[in-house]
């Protein structure tokens, strides 16, 4: 073979910003195709905008949760490398390592999506305080932990109930989401403005409030919001307390409240380990908004049991004091609602109604009614116009008696 033969078999050539090599068949054949050299083209990897681009692409992609909600995907500029130790309600992109309790992932847009290993998903870290699931704290730095909610909360699980077979998700942060600054995205940078007063209008506030966790609080809110709207009446919902997932606000958007709130609109991904002055400053925060939408009433859930010690401290606060016109007490069994009622009477909101899992069962009905002296509604009682308006009459009533105490006060000059 001659030399310039040699050079037209093996010698590239560029064209088009692509590689081809010229491949003989035979010596004695005259046809020479052409073969795209499909190797990638050395390129700097490295460079910033490149990095960023790649970031934004793989954001993207990923799935972003429901306690992501108020955060723009463009809001996250690139990802931050594993290192350092996260603070509760920093955005996080994290991979599916392991499936265990929670194998599906609340979506933004309501879709509840299923994992496999592997996938990537942006969630956000918090505490958890769940007594029928998780009890979970923000890891100390930014290696593997766990999925704790469905609703997108990572967090490291300490203990769980007998129930939890499976364990934990486990998952690994890939990187922190940050700004075009290089700065942490938190929820609380996308909350909602915070309100550190009630306005001069304020709604019937009824709150519901449960003696554990699965005592039938959120459908209880539910259907006492049906029976409201029955009645004519506009009503608005804001969850206070809790750890962050889309199923309590789904339901009373379906029941047909508006607007619907929840302590992640108030930049909480979880309100585990939160101060009394913060968890003040989401209920009147929530309390705002939704009286600024001008609805006639309100009805606020506290997560948990009245136990717990963030509900305890929110109960016993002189600002739910003010804002609650009464409460309706869900529990799972009498000896619950009587405990409950117990504790929940020594506080200055009256206690309205009995509901919850217990009215289900006609001789716990009857055991509640005995130690306690209440009303207790079922669904069908709480969907009854004629029902809530009387328990909402009973609660604007004490809330007046709230305002002329107040103005008596005012005119006393104390």
Not at 114 to 122: L, P, Y
Not at 131 to 153: D, I, N, R, T, Y
Not at 337 to 353: H, V
Request: net charge neutral.
């Amino acid at each position: 073979m001659t030399e310039p033969e040699r050079r037209r078999r093996k010698e590239p050539e560029r064209r088009d910003n692509h590689t081809y090599y010229r491949i003989g068949i035979s010596q004695s054949s005259s046809i020479v195709p052409d073969v795209l050299d499909l190797r990638p083209a050395k390129t700097d990897l490295d460079l910033p905008h490149v990095r960023v681009r790649k970031d934004c692409e793989r954001l993207r992609r990923a799935a972003w949760a429901f306690t992501t909600r108020r955060v723009p995907i463009g809001a996250a500029n690139s990802i931050s490398l594993p290192s350092g130790r996260p603070e509760s309600g920093d955005l996080v992109l994290a991979r599916v390592d392991a499936l265990g309790h929670h194998r599906g992932l609340q979506l933004v847009n309501g879709r509840r999506r299923t994992m496999f290993i592997g996938d990537e998903i942006v969630v956000v870290y918090g505490n958890r305080y769940a007594s029928s699931q998780f009890k979970s704290f923000v890891p100390e730095s930014m290696g593997p932990c766990h999925l704790v909610a469905g609703g997108g909360v990572a967090s490291r699980a300490v203990a769980w109930h007998d129930k939890i077979a499976r364990g934990p998700t486990h998952i690994t942060p890939i990187g922190l989401l940050v700004d075009a600054s290089g700065n942490r995205i938190n929820l609380r940078d996308f909350a909602l403005s915070s309100i550190d007063s009630v306005g001069q209008y304020l709604p019937t506030v009824i709150a519901v409030v449960g003696t554990s966790m699965d005592a039938g609080k959120t459908q209880t809110a539910a259907f006492l919001s049906r029976g409201l709207i029955s009645a004519g009446l506009r009503v608005g919902y804001a969850k206070v307390t809790g750890t962050g997932a889309g199923g309590d606000t789904w339901l009373l958007k379906d029941a047909g409240a508006d607007p619907v709130l929840d302590f992640t609109d108030a930049g909480l991904p979880s309100t585990y380990l939160a101060s009394t002055a913060e968890i003040d400053r989401v209920l009147l925060t929530l309390v705002g908004h939704v009286a600024d939408s001008g609805v006639d009433a309100l009805i606020l859930e506290i997560a948990d049991g009245v136990f717990q010690t963030e509900t305890a401290n929110l109960l016993s606060s002189a600002t739910f004091a003010n804002i609650a016109g009464g409460i309706v007490l869900a529990a799972q069994d009498s000896m619950g609602a009587s405990a409950g009622y117990d504790w929940l009477r020594n506080q200055a909101t009256p206690i309205l109604a009995l509901s919850g899992l217990l009215s289900a069962a006609p001789l716990q009905i009857e055991e509640a009614g005995a130690a306690t002296g209440l009303p207790i509604l079922d669904r069908e009682g709480l969907s009854t116009p004629t029902n809530v308006l009387g328990l909402l009459g009973r609660a604007q009533q004490h809330s007046m008696s709230l305002s002329s105490v107040a103005s008596a006060h005012v005119s006393d000059g104390r």
